[in-house]
């Protein structure tokens, strides 16, 4: 079975910066549907922030470019999230996600991201 481990939240002043990983174990970058990194703020529906889509290519939310970059590590199957120019509405909970070839989906525990000075 696939896991999700996701590292590198924490506390950030604003303006700052943090990298989040997201490591899968149990499979293989070439192995997978797709992969992506959600978000969850206080009282706020789950949001995309962005990942790598069926073809490849590898997407961030509108809102987000400029600020967020997502990268990834074939040799590590390691997915990674650089938020850059952090602001207090960036907090949130954000999670790694997968979906397999079949359609099985599978979540990371999540990693608080918090945005406050």
């Known amino acids: 079975q696939v896991q999700l481990v996701e590292s590198g939240g924490g506390l950030v002043q604003p303006g700052g910066s943090l990298r989040l990983s997201c490591a899968a174990s149990?499979?293989?970058?070439?192995?997978?549907?797709?992969m992506d990194w959600y978000r969850q703020a206080p009282g706020k529906q789950l949001e995309l922030v962005g990942g790598?889509?069926?073809?490849?290519?590898?997407n961030v939310a509108e809102s987000l470019k400029g600020r967020f970059t997502i990268s990834r590590d074939n040799a590590k199957n390691t997915l990674h999230l650089q938020m850059d120019s952090l602001k207090p509405e960036d907090t949130a909970v954000y999670y790694c996600?997968?979906?397999?070839?079949?359609?099985?989906?599978?979540w990371g525990q999540g990693t608080q991201v918090t945005v406050s000075s």
């Open positions: 149990r499979t293989t970058f070439s192995s997978i549907y797709s």
């Open positions: 790598i889509v069926p073809s490849g290519t590898i």
């Open positions: 996600h997968l979906i397999d070839p079949i359609g099985q989906e599978y």
